[in-house]
């Protein structure tokens, strides 16, 4: 399961020193170098999905441009089922994704990784969280080029510590 921002896409309202590669209302959206190469990477071997603390027509319009042809999602979640919770040192909030939720959808939580720039919106799950640095819309980022090894690595990690239990 994927994030959106910062993750998988850079939205922002300032200019950056290329074009954006879609546009959302009044935001440049950046797509990550190499999305297309890890998704096609990923796909034989895990069901994908998206969940994300953006708004419902972001995700929808985002899961469009960024997935199309190239990998089906088993499903893509906005802030409607994240949990907020007041964040204590700034006085906000967070969206906390409680992969519990997921088992809805068919999966056990031990069986599912999350991709994401946050650590602090896994904080339930933490064992399920795959860490990614944050997206900023740079040419020359590489992070999805180690993913896929990344999350195969994971999931037997995973595998092996719920074997037996």
């Known amino acids: 399961m994927f994030d959106l921002d910062e993750t998988l896409v850079h939205a922002t309202k300032e200019r950056l020193d290329r074009k954006p590669d879609f546009r959302f209302e009044d935001y440049g959206v950046f797509i990550r170098p190499h999305l297309r190469f890890m998704l096609e990477a990923i796909a034989p071997r895990f069901d994908i999905a998206v969940w994300s603390s953006a708004t419902k027509i972001y995700v929808e319009s985002a899961v469009k441009q960024l997935f199309g042809d190239v990998a089906e999602l088993k499903f893509a979640w906005s802030i409607d089922r994240c949990v907020q919770r007041v964040e204590p040192n700034s006085n906000g909030y967070v969206y ?3 992969l519990r939720k997921v088992q809805g ?3 056990a939580v031990e069986g599912i990784l999350i991709v994401d720039d ?3 919106k896994i904080v339930r799950q933490p064992r399920n969280h795959v860490l990614i640095s944050a997206f900023t819309g740079a040419e ?3 992070a999805l080029l180690e993913l896929p090894a990344r999350l195969v690595h994971a ?6 510590s719920t074997v037996g239990n």
């Open 140 to 142: 020359d980022d590489d």
């Open 155 to 160: 999931a037997e990690v995973m595998k092996k």
């Open 96 to 98: 906390i994704k409680d």
């Open 105 to 107: 959808q068919g999966y």
């Open 118 to 120: 946050s650590p602090e």
